[in-house]
């Protein structure tokens, strides 16, 4: 089976890339990514010369390369390539517009010119907005979304439910809570409080730090991706979540603990606009028709990630300065403009 896989270089695509390779012998997996600040293929460093995997780089808004990879075929598509930084998308919501409105567009449009068997469309829980106290969204919810991001995500949604609709698209799509693991970028919360803990350097709090995020470790997330791939029904939507939701100070509390570094870092900022308090899904669904169920628990999966990222300190630095980049250039020949030629 060959895979396309849009955004692999990032954080839940390249730990999906890894899952993949690790439990299917008989996968292909074409990782497509523009190499945006978040994608670095140094994140997918020890699978680079797997003959099973290649890696172009390219925009999904760009229909001429999107189309010259359809043309060599693809049996499915994985579609991770996104911004995802809300507070990115309140200083500009232009590229997340682009990136994951237009973008997904553009898949869609390859997906139904040639025919594709599957494809699979990664969405957030955002795109229902805030969850009042004791409330758990499930997949007949009203999308409510309420930062530029979660509106371009939900933006992105409509239309691949239209395509489905539409044109017949077999498409699924996955809505899943904050994922935390290795190789997160360190602008989310998780693995920024880790960064600044290490150094001693002050831990932003926006706000009260009171919202609730249902965090869920990124391989639990990856093995819902891949059976929702083989088995889940086209026009299917499922919820992913730990069903746990913690406050954020609870979190960097843990953090700070397991690091034997003092509450006193902690500093209350700004608070986000538009904040939405909390997130909360029901994911019974998933769990009936696929049989997925979590497996990682939060204090196996915070402690796993900081010994990652301690144990990391080289991808870390590259991922602060850009330093990947050059990685980039002297290890991938394999670019945009060669390979539609
Ligand atoms: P990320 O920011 O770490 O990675 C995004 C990847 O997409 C990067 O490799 C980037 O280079 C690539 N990309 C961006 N624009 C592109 C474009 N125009 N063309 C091709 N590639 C492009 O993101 P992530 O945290 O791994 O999230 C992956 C997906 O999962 C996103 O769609 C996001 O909305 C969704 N999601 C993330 C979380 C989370 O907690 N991280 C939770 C729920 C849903
Ligand atoms: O819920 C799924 C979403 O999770 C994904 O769709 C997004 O792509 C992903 O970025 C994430 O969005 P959040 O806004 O929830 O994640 P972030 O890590 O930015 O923030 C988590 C919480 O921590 C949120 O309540 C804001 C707060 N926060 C964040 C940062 C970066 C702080 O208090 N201080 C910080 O410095």
Excluded at 110 to 127: G, Q
Excluded at 278 to 297: M, N, T
Excluded at 310 to 316: G, I
Aim: charged share 25%; with cysteine; aromatic share 10%.
């Amino acid at each position: 089976m060959k895979i396309l896989v849009t955004g692999g270089a990032g954080f839940i695509g390249s730990n999906f890339i890894r899952h993949l390779l690790r439990s299917q012998r008989d996968v292909e997996i074409v990782n497509f990514d523009k190499l945006t600040y978040a994608g670095n293929p140094e994140s997918l460093a020890d699978i680079a010369s797997d003959h099973r995997y290649s890696l172009v780089c390219g925009d999904i808004v760009d229909s001429r390369i999107v189309n010259d990879v359809f043309t060599k075929g693809i049996d499915a598509l994985v579609n991770f390539a996104a911004e995802t930084h809300v507070d990115r998308s309140i200083e500009d919501a232009s590229p997340f517009l682009r990136t994951n409105v237009l973008g997904t567009h553009c898949l869609l449009e390859a997906a139904r010119k040639f025919h594709l068997p599957r494809f699979v469309h990664i969405s957030t829980d955002e795109v229902y907005g805030s969850a009042p106290a004791d409330v758990s969204f499930n997949e007949e919810a009203t999308l409510d979304p309420r930062s530029p991001y979660a509106a371009s995500k939900a933006s992105a949604d409509h239309l691949v439910s239209a395509y489905a609709n539409t044109f017949g698209i077999s498409a699924i799509v996955l809505r899943c809570t904050n994922n935390y693991g290795p190789f997160q970028f360190p602008e989310k919360l998780v693995p920024l409080m880790i960064a600044n803990a290490r150094e001693d350097k002050p831990l932003p709090i926006y706000g009260d730090g009171l919202q609730e995020r249902d965090w869920l470790f990124v391989e639990d997330y990856c093995r819902a991706i891949a059976l929702a791939l083989e088995k889940a029904k086209s026009g299917s939507v499922y919820n992913v979540s730990a069903g746990m939701p913690q406050p954020n100070l609870k979190i960097v509390r843990t953090i700070l603990h397991h690091l034997g570094k003092p509450d006193s870092l902690m500093r209350s900022v700004q608070d986000r606009p538009g904040h939405d308090r909390r997130y909360a899904l029901d994911c019974s669904k998933i769990q009936r028709e696929l049989g997925w169920r979590p497996e990682v628990s939060f204090e196996d999966g915070i402690r796993r990630t900081i010994e990652w990222y301690q144990a990391n300190n080289e991808w870390l630095e590259h991922a602060r300065t850009g330093e990947y980049r050059n990685y980039y250039e002297r290890h991938y020949t394999r670019r945009a403009e060669t390979f539609s030629q």
